[in-house]
Every structure is written in C-alpha cells, then in structure tokens.
C-alpha cells in the first residue's frame, strides 16, 4: 500500500492483484481491447422509478468494488483505491415505444465504449423502460473491478432493496470488504508460504509431457502450422486474429433437455461443470482424429470463503484442464476424472495464471501467443431465483451484452436462463477467427455427446465417438 496524491486528497492506495493484472495485460498489449461487461436485468411490471434509484444507490454505498479507481504514480505502476460514496447520475432510458432488439442492439453500442481508466468512475446504471412491460437496469462494468459473480450480486442486492422498500421483504445481507480481501490476496502474492506450495504443484505440472493441441475446427490448423513451420512434431498453435472483432452466438437448450442434464449431475454427485468440460473435450476429440490428449481453458471463480463470495471485485483465473482418455474408458468414469482433476487444480487456483503460463513458455519454447487449448469454459449457475422469501415471484429477465471484442478466440459462457432455468450456451468468438455456422456445427456435436453420455452412463467414449 502506499498513499497518493488524488485531486488534492491523499488516498490509500493497493497494488492490483494477479487477476486484475491479467487485464491490466490485456490492454497494454492489445489497444483495441475492451474491458466493459454490460448486462440488464428487467422484471415485467410497473416500476416506481425514484424507489429503484434510491435501491440503486443503497446497493452502490454496500458495494467497494462499485466505487474503486485506479491511478499511475510517477513510475507508471498501476494501483487502486476506494472513493468516498457518492450520488452520482442515474438516468432514466425509456425504449417502450421501439422494437426490444433495436433497444438491446443500443445498449451493446453503450457496452463497447471504454471507461476513462485512472482516476474516474468505472461503471455505470441506468435505469431502463423495454417494451412490453419490462423495466429494470443497464449496468456497465470495466473488468477489472467486477466479474460475473460480483455483477450478479450487485444486481441482486438492487433487486432485493427495491423489493423491501416496496414490499417489506428482507433487505440483502452486508456484503464484506473488498479492501480486507484484497490485503489477503496481496500477502499470499508477496512469497507466502500458500503461493510457494501452489508455485510448487504447477511446476510439476509443467514438468510433465508436453500437451496435444486440439481445435474446435479439426485438424486443419495444426497440421497447416507444422508444414509451416517444417516441424511434424509440432503440438502447439497459433490462432492468429488480425482484429479483436468479436461477436456472441446463443443457443437455448430446451427446458426438458436442460433438466436431464441437471437431473444426471444431481443423481451422480457430479458439478454440471465437469459434465460439460467432458462434452467439450470429447467434442475436440472427435474433431481432432479421436485424440486422447485434449486440454480445455477452464474458468475459477475463486470464491471459496465467505469473505472471497460477498467481497465482489474480480477474481476470475484461468488454468488448462487438460485429460488423457483411452477409449474404453466409460463416460461417467471420464466425468468423474474431470471432477478429481478440477478438485486438484482448484486447491491451487489463487497462483497468477502469467506467471504460470510464462514458466510453461520456459518448458516448452513456442512463439508468442501460442497455446495448447483452443476454447475457454465458464459455467455460471443460476443467478437470481426470485421465488424465494427475499423476493416475490416476479418474471423477469437478464442479458449479457457484448462490447464487440474479445481476448480470445472462443470462449464459451453456459448460464441457466431466468424464465425456466434451462441452459444457454453464448459462444463469444472473433469474428476472423471462428464462423457463426464452426458455431452451430460445435454445438451440436456438444449436445450429442451429452446426450448419447447420460442416457447410458456406461457407454464408452469409443461408442460415443462412433455414435456421433
């Protein structure tokens, strides 16, 4: 910590963590990257616009992270610190009388417009009227202040306060310091006897033999690198993007379908993450000439305490899963092995994703921005269950809009709808690298193999690898 100078006013501020830095990296090295999130989230009926305002602020005054600023000193060191709660603007946006899409299309336009990044707010809310009967709020996040579980929860606690005012529900619980976990973080980062024993369990993970690149699209790319490249031995690749220009594919997996999917997770104590980190691998495997040997970037929350859950902030790190199957392996067998290996990586999750990928680049020289993975994983559970006794039973809905880029080149993001709680798959990918149609065709794939997988637990992957 160390105290700067802030408009006239002397400010504690933190260095930023690994997670943050990994953004911080992003844009440095990459100009033309956004860091905005922006969602909406919309409850179909009347809205008292004054009553969501003063909810809007009461959840902005529990949230640190909705206030928290970043400054350079003089040598070009990013840090971060909290402000003071302030009352800022909340515009009132009123799209009832245009076409929804044309209202969502507006607020992706909004998305993909960077926050000013030192020494200025890093969000923003405004409140929304949509077409028929819809209402609610836009929010505007940069990255490096929240992520998916801190968005979610401010979402929440706007909803839940404006219900107690207007209903006499319970107001949401206090949410825990933002600034007390980030002191956490930055001493298990500062040679902590915690990093060192996670330091040493990727180490010997590196140390193992070198991994199998598989593509989402099939064998092209890595066999055209290595004629390339004069190495038939080549394992590694490149996904090269001439432009960051990214665009987001939704697919909705029927309501009955979504619960055989859950029914089987919950019957064999399996996370549905791990059942859909097998339906990708499996996938890839397929597309690669049935290779056993497939490695998937998987996404960590890192929100195991209670102080890590409610702090918000983000917290976000990405480590390879990587699984070698033999084809009579059974499909629940490779679940569960998914299960064993994401409990392993988990434990050691808090390690900086760079400098972890830098001691593999050590291991295994390759060119910059070379990867063994091809596709990204997050799963976010169901966000928001309004049938509880915070919160009357309203219909509502939420959207996740795209600010246009993305960092890398697909990255799938599985969430549960609010409406029936079935499944969306919303392929992110950039636009020169991956098809719309490369889309459609993975995801069908992804649903016959999850399908063909738990209608008979005790099919083998061979089977299922000739089934589909």
Known sequence: MKELNVNGAVMKCYPLCAAQKL???????????????????????????????????????????????????????????????????????????????????????????????YNSPMNQVIMIKLPNGYNGIYLKVDHMTMDSSSIIGFNRAVLE???????????????????????????????????????????????KDEPMYTDFSGQGRLLTQRRENNNPNQRWAMVISRSPEASISVYSLEHEASMRLMKFCEFYHVPMASLLLMGLRTVLSKFNDDEKDVSVKTCIARRGTLSEKYSGGTRVHFFPLRTIMEEDMTFLDGVRMIQAEQSRIFRHANYDPI????????????????????????YQPLTVDSNTKEMPDIPYKSMWYT??????????????????????????????????????????????????????????????????
Request: net charge negative; aromatic share 14%.
């Open 23 to 117: 953004h911080n990296y992003t844009i440095r090295f990459c100009p033309a990257q956004v860091l905005c999130i922006g969602t909406g989230l919309y409850v179909q009926q009347e809205v008292d616009f004054g009553m969501l305002k003063r909810a809007i602020y009461k959840a902005y005054e529990m949230f640190e992270t909705m206030r928290l600023r970043f400054i350079e000193d003089e040598n070009g060191e990013v840090y971060q610190y909290i402000t003071p709660f302030e009352e800022r603007d909340i515009p009132l946006c009123d799209f009832s009388d245009r076409d929804e899409e044309e209202a969502h299309n507006e607020m992706r336009k909004w998305t993909a417009l960077p926050f000013a990044r």
């Open 161 to 207: 306060t404006y219900c107690s005012m207007k209903y006499g529900t319970e107001m949401p619980k206090p949410m825990k310091s933002y600034i007390k976990q980030l002191e956490k973080d930055l001493a298990y980062e500062a040679g902590s006897d915690a990093k060192k024993r996670d330091e040493e369990f990727w180490k010997n993970e590196i140390a």
């Open 403 to 468: 600010n246009g880029v993305a960092g890398q080149p697909l990255y799938l993001t599985v969430m549960h709808r609010p409406e029936d709680n079935g499944l969306n798959f919303n392929f992110e990918y950039r636009k020169d690298v991956v098809t719309e149609h490369e889309m459609q065709y993975f995801y069908y794939y992804l649903c016959r193999v999850l399908f063909r997988g738990i209608e008979d637990e005790t099919r083998t992957i061979g089977e299922i690898l000739e089934m589909i």
């Open 355 to 378: 400098e972890y990928m830098a001691k593999r680049r050590e291991r295994f020289p390759t060119q910059a921005g070379a990867s063994y993975e091809s596709i990204s994983l997050t």
